[in-house]
């Protein structure tokens, strides 16, 4: 059994910062692909921020400049550090990973979730 743990959600103030963070665990051969969405209310699910095995890292254009992904693929967790939070930043920020597990299936998975609320 494979399952994403995220932590770091919270009540922020404009300007403020927060870091998310997401754990794999379980049987996991190879984590090829981590990253971070989020859905605010109403709205669909949107991409924050992805960094593959190699590194490569892609953010959405309403984040570029304020938030950093990064990986420690020792402990199979991403982070996301946001800093310099709008209220346009408030939503729900859920981790997302593409894995091998030990029986060399392919695995997507999904996070719990973790709310993120900027006040103004």
């Known amino acids: 059994q494979v399952q994403l743990v995220e932590s770091g959600g919270g009540l922020v103030q404009a300007g403020g910062s927060l870091r998310l963070s997401c754990a794999a665990s379980g049987s996991i051969f190879r984590i090829n692909y981590m990253g971070w969405y989020r859905q605010a209310p109403g709205k669909q699910r949107d991409l924050v921020a992805t960094?593959?095995?190699?590194?490569?890292?892609n953010y959405a254009d309403s984040i570029k400049g304020r938030f950093t992904i990064s990986r420690d693929n020792a402990k199979n967790t991403v982070y996301l550090q946001m800093n310099s939070l709008k209220p346009e930043d408030t939503a729900v920020y859920y981790c997302n990973a593409h894995l091998v597990d030990s029986s060399r299936a392919q695995v997507s998975l999904w996070g719990q979730g973790t709310q993120v609320t900027v006040s103004s």
């Open positions: 960094i593959l095995s190699g590194g490569n890292i």
